[in-house]
């Protein structure tokens, strides 16, 4: 007895002395019990410290992932628009269209462009400073003049736009350029020979002598605009509705502040899409809202006139990343929880290992008359260290997989000191289930007062051993799902919001199902125990190890099954939500790939046998309902093009369209999302009545952008709009057979 007792750490008095001695067992500082209890029951600590661990993992992994996934769609959605639409933007000059309204450089109206003030270097100078003084980062500038440039031996003078901006020359794709420093004006390719532009010859810009530095390629080459572009895509794509466009022409600052022209300015100071967050875009957001009080205090005489902050859109690019990230919380808060469950089960059932693993010393001290309270709170002194390390373990874990396999590894700043916090406060009711695990085994430890109460204790448990109470869960689960299936799926802003009981009623009734599985499989172990007594030694060798003690058995078998499930059950409901997102997609489009064109209604647009025309009209009216939608649809070519998302094939519902949308009487349609069961028999496009012959009725048909709204299919030969009817002109085909 006093070897086994040396040998786990204590001595025999520390036992076997008066009870009052208990309380050095208790006081002993853990970092001096814990190698001792590593040396003696390594595996109790191992065990507990990857109960812990898993613990950690479950209890960050919630909250940094919401952190990344919000840092991730921010970047994603200002990525997606043009560098500028994010950034804090100054404009100098009195911009203002012809009804007073702020027009800044991004709008590209050269109509504005003579309204301005001349840009100074002293504006340049309040601006950086203004930027610094409110803490924003340097920025850069662009500067536009509209001109009159003249060629030698051009007769007419041609207008241009002159761009200005630090580096530009690097962006443009050079066809020929000059052997100097490359200062000077660059014509586009195309209008070179047209120009008669000399490369090292030299232009007048306003009568002003500039060197012609090269020639590049249009920027807008295949109807594509680089994103460094995109901003100024409409000086680059210069309107249609103007006769006469002028010349989009890049040009040095050097050379432009030396050109007798009105120029407008703008200084931008885009986020770092590599490091922005969403507290950093707060923060970009409160120092742009405190520039205009920085421009006047740092305005140097006259120089701060005209300056202005014009507003940015990184506003509701946040907004957008908080929505989605606050969509996420529906499916991810039940998963996490449903973790934190079970690994606090395991840390339960390292604490009842605890326990058996030091059944001699639990029992004495208990039958010295040591509480069940103050042994747990031994087991919790003893098993601190150990839980302690399993949880940092976890949560640098969970760090490192949310950084690597999550959607961003930039996390929000404070995001991993928030999850600490969460692992820490459930590390510690993990120590406090622990302990109470220990304390209840131990209450169970001593034979004699497990006897006297084992009466009481039965009759105060016999309607809870009996009653399935599992099954609660389960009805519970049942109540969920009926919710859900009322809520459903919510788009939001074209973010989809996963409601939380879509993903708690199965993590409930799969919870429910296994306790009450576990309760069927606890009956037979009494007999299974005694049948296998009698078998040969590796049966009953095997099979002590679960009769031996089922209600350890019974909780890993749950433990294990639970996350299994979670996991299958996850990775359905992402690939369910991914798929519904993708079929209502194809159904809103229609085809893989639409082209809308600016064709005028009516008139036929070539497809070069690459795809088939559909006319789109958005106000017609369908027996009352003047918010109606109708295509206009070659039943011919339709079908090779057209995504089949119909309710029937669509082979079927072309068929009877294929009549001449020119015979007498009414026009063939398919009825499309019919609201109610009133019959429809005519449509109405501006006060053209045209009438209509149902041919089938479906719920769902490729080119459906409303479902609160009925559509009609006709042929499009057979739609007679009125003149103000809107209608536009696309063109429906498949990636092959768009243009390289």
């Keep these: 007895m006093a070897a086994e007792s040396r040998h786990r750490g204590y001595d025999e008095d520390d036992l076997l002395d008066d009870r009052t001695h208990w309380w050095r067992l208790l006081t002993s500082p853990p970092w001096r019990r814990a190698p001792l209890l590593l040396r003696g029951q390594p595996g109790v600590l191992l065990a507990l410290a990857a109960a812990a661990a898993i613990l950690g993992v479950a209890g960050a992994s919630a909250p940094l992932f919401l952190a990344s996934a919000g840092t991730a769609e921010l970047a994603s959605t200002v990525r997606a628009a043009c560098p500028e639409d ?21 709008s590209a109206d050269p109509d504005n462009l003579d309204e301005v003030t001349v840009d100074t270097a002293g504006q340049d100078r309040t601006v950086r400073a203004a930027l610094r003084r409110v803490g924003l980062p340097a920025p850069y500038r662009v500067v536009i003049a509209a001109a009159r440039l003249g060629l030698p031996g051009a007769a007419l003078k041609q207008d241009v736009i002159l761009y200005a901006r630090v580096g530009v020359r690097d962006h443009l794709r050079a066809v020929r350029r000059s052997g100097g420093d490359g200062r000077g004006i660059w014509l586009p390719a195309s209008a070179a020979g047209t120009l008669g ?13 500039v060197p012609v530095a090269g020639l590049f390629r249009d920027i807008d080459s295949g109807g594509r605009v680089p994103r460094y572009w995109c901003t100024w895509s409409a000086l680059v794509q210069p309107s249609a509705s103007r006769n006469s466009s002028p010349l989009f022409v890049p040009v040095d600052p050097a050379t432009m502040r030396r050109l007798p022209v009105h120029r407008v300015g703008e200084w931008f100071c885009p986020p770092d899409v590599g490091r922005l967050t969403v507290r950093s875009a707060h923060d970009s957001l409160r120092h742009a809202a405190a520039l205009p009080s920085a421009l006047a205090a740092s305005a140097e005489g006259a120089d701060s006139f005209g300056l202005s902050v014009r507003a940015t859109g990184l506003d509701a690019d946040v907004s957008r990343a908080e929505l989605a990230s606050r969509g996420l919380r529906g499916p991810i808060q039940p998963v996490a929880v449903t973790g934190a469950l079970v690994a606090l089960l395991l840390v339960g059932a390292s604490g009842g290992y605890w326990a058996e693993r030091r059944a001699t010393e639990v029992r004495l001290l208990a039958a010295r008359g040591v509480s069940p309270a103050a042994l747990g709170v031994k087991a919790v002194l003893e098993t601190a260290p150990a839980v302690l390390v399993g949880l940092v373990a976890g949560w640098a874990a969970a760090l490192a997989l949310v950084r690597w396999l999550g959607p961003s590894p930039l996390l929000e700043q404070g995001a991993p000191g928030r999850a600490a916090v969460t692992v820490g406060e459930i590390g510690a009711f993990g120590l406090v289930m622990l302990g109470t695990v220990t304390g209840l085994r131990a209450w169970t430890a001593v034979s004699r007062r497990r006897r006297r109460l084992r009466g009481l204790a039965w009759r105060r448990t016999r309607l809870w051993r009996v009653l399935p109470w599992e099954l609660t869960l389960v009805a519970l689960a049942a109540l969920f799902y009926r919710q859900a299936r009322a809520q459903g799926v919510v788009t939001d802003h074209f973010l989809v919001q996963v409601p939380p009981r879509l993903v708690a009623f199965p993590l409930v009734g799969l919870a429910g199902y296994l306790l009450f599985a576990a309760r069927l499989a606890a009956r037979p172990m009494p007999a299974l125990r005694r049948i296998t ?42 690939r369910s939500t991914d798929a519904t997102v993708h079929r209502k997609a194809e159904v809103n489009l229609g085809a893989p790939s639409v082209v809308t064109t600016t064709a005028a209604g009516g008139r036929p647009v070539g497809t070069g046998g690459q795809g088939t025309q559909v006319s789109v009209v958005t106000d017609a009216s369908v027996d009352g309902d003047n918010q109606s939608m109708v295509l206009g649809i070659d039943p011919a070519t339709f079908g090779r093009y057209a995504l089949d998302v119909a309710d029937r094939p669509l082979a079927d519902l072309l068929a009877p369209l294929r009549v001449a949308g020119t015979a007498v009487g009414a026009v063939p349609a398919i009825l499309v999302n019919p609201i109610d069961r009133t019959p429809v028999r005519d449509a109405e496009f501006d006060g053209v009545r045209v009438g209509v012959r149902v041919v089938a009725t479906v719920s769902t048909f490729p080119g459906l952008r409303s479902g609160t709204h009925p559509m009609l299919v006709m042929p499009r030969d057979s739609l007679r709009v009125g003149p103000y009817t809107r209608r536009a002109e696309e063109v429906w085909t498949t990636p092959a057979g768009l243009p390289a």
């Design 197 to 209: 532009a000399r490369i090292g010859g030299t232009a007048t810009v306003n009568g002003a002598p």
């Design 533 to 574: 007594s009698a078998t040969p030694a590796p049966v009953y060798l095997a099979s002590r190890r679960v009769t031996a003690a089922p209600a350890v058995f019974l909780t890993l078998l749950v433990a294990t099954a639970m996350p299994v499930g979670l996991l299958g059950y996850a990775a359905t409901l992402s």
């Design 86 to 106: 994010s950034a804090v933007t100054v404009t100098s000059g009195p911009t203002t269209d012809a009804t007073g309204s702020p027009v800044g450089l991004t």
